[in-house]
């Protein structure tokens, strides 16, 4: 049984769900004689790397200082979840020093921070993956399967939207994902996510219009909630995409959506029939087919839903197909994707490149919104 060794850069929300994943994916699947194993955790401040540290197993070494990972001889791979501002000079270390990398979205907190790891990338040989687990969710993958065996047809429209209510209320302090100092705002946080699963399920975009706001320009100090901060991150984007063949959609991303949880709604309508799904209601994919026959009284015609269910290819084993899935799911899935791309000696995907070009889209959707017009992808 090959262990490979992880040193696990941030220890708050995203750590965590990576931490989940490196311990109950030897449970999930069948692995062929490989694992990977948590050996050194690295935060802020020593007692969060400890107390983290000691959730998530015994004889897990500690650190303040990423390079003590990104530069150790005993370490394999790389997993960074730190804030967006602080991913560039541990990807940059870790690309340096051939470490296998697995990198929470997006890839740095500015494109100028990107460039550096595209320059970097020249000279990597390891394998390096971008988290970008909705992708990795039955729907999607199914959708995806449909979309390219042209069971839709040629794309005509689309709508596709992640939304969050956390920044609804105007008392919500203004933490570092509000932050645009710290790479923060609804672009990078969630546009990120929503412009790659729509361009990944659709193809590569031609333009793009977009605007954005910003809710409430004064939000509490997260240090403290008596003093009132200015913000300098939106809130919400909109986009108007537009594709290579003259079909256009939208793209949205927002915290401001009263009433919303963790929501992506995808709708793709082709020539030939029409997809939709809802991370809420993630077991299902719909599907309609134009081909079927419309009489008598409708005949067979109308949306279909898809039980995609936990239906992931072997070798997920557990829980198995009919059981209701979840969000942590996707992360799983999306981990076992890179696991076995290492294992294998192949390139992850989406990889470290596909974190550069999302980057160069978002530099695309705020340049868009600042200059009111559209932009060329």
């Not at 998530?56 to 990972?69: C, E, N, S, V, Y």
């Not at 793709?268 to 079927?292: E, T, V, W």
């Not at 596909?354 to 978002?362: K, P």
Request: aromatic letters at 8%; one cysteine or more; hydrophobic letters at 35%.
């Amino acid at each position: 049984m090959k262990t490979y060794r992880v040193g696990l850069i941030g220890c708050g929300f995203i750590g965590k769900v990576h931490a989940y994943g490196h311990l109950n994916i030897p449970l999930f699947f069948d692995l062929p004689g490989y694992k990977s194993k948590i050996t050194m955790v690295c935060a802020a401040h020593p007692e969060s790397a400890r107390k983290n540290a000691d959730k998530i197993g015994d004889d897990i070494q500690t650190t303040t200082d990423f390079r003590d990972i990104t530069e150790n001889p005993d370490i394999d791979i790389v997993d960074i979840c730190t804030p967006n501002d602080q991913h560039c000079p541990a990807l940059l270390s870790a690309i340096a020093n051939q470490k296998h990398i697995y990198c929470d979205k997006p890839l740095t907190a500015t494109l100028e921070e990107a460039e550096q790891i595209a320059a970097a990338l020249k000279n990597y040989h390891g394998t390096a993956q971008m988290t970008l687990q909705n992708r990795f969710l039955p729907a999607p993958l199914r959708a995806k399967q449909l979309i390219d065996e042209g069971a839709i047809g040629d794309v005509l429209e689309f709508r596709t939207a992640y939304l969050h209510a956390g920044s609804a209320d105007p008392k919500a302090p203004l933490k570092w994902k509000l932050s645009g100092k710290a790479g923060g705002g609804v672009i990078a946080d969630l546009g990120s996510h929503i412009l790659d699963l729509t361009e990944y399920l659709i193809g590569p975009f031609e333009s793009l219009l977009a605007t954005t706001h910003i809710a409430y320009p004064m939000r509490p100090s997260a240090d403290d909630p008596s003093k009132m901060v200015p913000v300098d991150a939106e809130d919400n984007m909109n986009v108007i995409v537009r594709l290579p063949n003259g079909a256009s959609g939208t793209v949205t991303a927002s915290k401001i959506a009263t009433g919303a949880e963790d929501e992506i709604r995808v709708e793709i309508h082709g020539s030939k029939g029409a997809l939709r799904f809802n991370g809420m209601k993630p077991h299902g994919l719909q599907f309609y087919d134009c081909s079927a026959q419309g009489s008598p009284i409708g005949g067979r015609r109308g949306w279909t839903t898809i039980d995609t269910g936990q239906r992931f290819p072997a070798p997920a084993n557990f829980p198995g197909p009919k059981f209701a899935i979840g969000w942590l799911r996707g992360h799983m899935q999306c981990l076992y994707n890179f696991l076995d791309a290492v294992h294998n000696g192949l390139p992850g995907n989406p990889g470290l490149m596909r974190g550069v070009e999302v980057q160069r889209m978002l530099k695309k959707v705020r340049q868009s919104a600042k200059e009111n017009g559209w932009v060329k992808i």
